[in-house]
T-cell receptor, first 113, second 108 residues
Framework: EPEVTQTPSHQVTQMGQEVILRCVPISNHLYFYWYRQILGQKVEFLVSFYNNEISEKSEIFDDQFSVERPDGSNFTLKIRSTKLEDSAMYFC???????????FGSGTRLTVV | KNEVEQSPQNLTAQEGEFITINCSYSVGISALHWLQQHPGGGIVSLFMLSSGKKKHGRLIATINIQEKHSSLHITASHPRDSAVYICAVRSGGSRLTFGEGTQLTVNP
């Protein structure tokens, strides 16, 4: 069964550093998403991406965050100047269409120290 | 008030029991998703519903659009069903709004 692949599975970074979280969505999927889950809290939407541009973003997704699809297979989330409160599990997901079901990746656990 | 409310927050059952997890939402939706999150954190999609009922193995999901309510049922529960079950709704655009989740523990 096709999978969404995320790397790395764990990342520890110093406060103020930049991190890039990587995702390989399912190849025939057209919509890509990033969600995050702070420990003990519910999953929150960050951003959706379609046709090489952001289609929707949440209030959380401020200038500190950016997304890119650099090469037609990878989908990345960059966090500039990380803060302690960015520590969370970050999930990538993809779907065939706007109204289609999601496939989630296994997540990247980001710890900012 | 949360847009998506789940009950119960925690549920402990004995193996073989019939389990029901409830989800209520306050907005108009285009679809409702039931998801499973394992202790390692990974999320698996179980169902996507916009009306009626769906069944997959021992899992059944129902939705009542008029009452803004959905249920997830597990028949003949097993310890491997232990996980967090999450309800999420799509109300506009493509984003999902998640509930807090229900922690299910099934004891042998």
């Amino acid at each position: 069964e096709p999978e969404v692949t995320q790397t790395p599975s764990h990342q520890v970074t110093q406060m103020g550093q930049e991190v890039i979280l990587r995702c390989v969505p399912i190849s025939n999927h057209l919509y890509f998403y990033w969600y995050r889950q702070i420990l003990g809290q519910k999953v929150e939407f960050l951003v959706s991406f379609y046709n090489n541009e952001i289609s929707e973003k949440s209030e959380i997704f401020d200038d500190q965050f950016s997304v890119e699809r650099p090469d037609g297979s990878n989908f990345t989330l960059k966090i500039r100047s990380t803060k302690l409160e960015d520590s969370a599990m970050y999930f990538c997901a993809s779907s065939e269409g706007r109204a289609a079901g999601y496939t989630f990746g296994s997540g990247t656990r980001l710890t900012v120290v | 008030k949360n847009e998506v409310e789940q009950s119960p927050q925690n549920l402990t059952a004995q193996e073989g029991e019939f389990i029901t997890i409830n989800c209520s939402y306050s907005v108009g939706i285009s679809a409702l998703h039931w998801l499973q999150q394992h202790p390692g954190g990974g999320i698996v999609s179980l169902f996507m519903l916009s009306s009626g009922k769906k069944k997959h193995g021992r899992l059944i999901a129902t939705i009542n659009i008029q009452e803004k309510h959905s249920s997830l049922h597990i028949t003949a529960s097993h310890p491997r069903d232990s996980a967090v079950y999450i309800c999420a709704v799509r109300s506009g655009g493509s984003r999902l709004t998640f509930g807090e989740g229900t922690q299910l523990t099934v004891n042998p």
